[in-house]
């Protein structure tokens, strides 16, 4: 799945869990709170799971090969 793909996958079902929550919490439904906590703690985890794959992913790659810049001490 392309890492953009599954960015808006994670975003969109953490935002429809914490909109649920604050309906909930709206509605004096007492666990609407736990699930805006949980939701915000999904979509931080997510989104930093797919960085770091991402992340690692990236500088696993081969390096170009490009020449060295001139050593100047301007």
Same mark, same amino acid.
């Given at each position: 799945?392309?890492?953009? +793909?599954?960015?808006?996958?994670?975003?969109? &079902?953490?935002?429809?869990?914490? =909109? @649920? !929550?604050?309906?909930?919490?709206?509605?004096?439904? +007492?666990?609407?709170?736990?699930?805006?906590? &949980?939701?915000?703690?999904?979509? =931080? @985890? !997510?989104?930093?799971?797919?960085?770091?794959?991402?992340y690692r992913r990236v500088m696993a790659r081969s390096w170009?090969?490009?020449?060295?810049?001139a050593d100047d001490d301007w």
């Amino acid at each position: 799945m392309d890492v953009y +793909r599954l960015w808006d996958v994670v975003s969109r &079902a953490c935002q429809l869990v914490i =909109v @649920a !929550g604050a309906c909930g919490a709206l509605a004096d439904w +007492r666990p609407g709170a736990y699930l805006i906590g &949980a939701g915000l703690a999904a979509l =931080v @985890a !997510g989104r930093t799971a797919i960085a770091v794959v991402e992340y690692r992913r990236v500088m696993a790659r081969s390096w170009p090969a490009v020449t060295p810049l001139a050593d100047d001490d301007w």
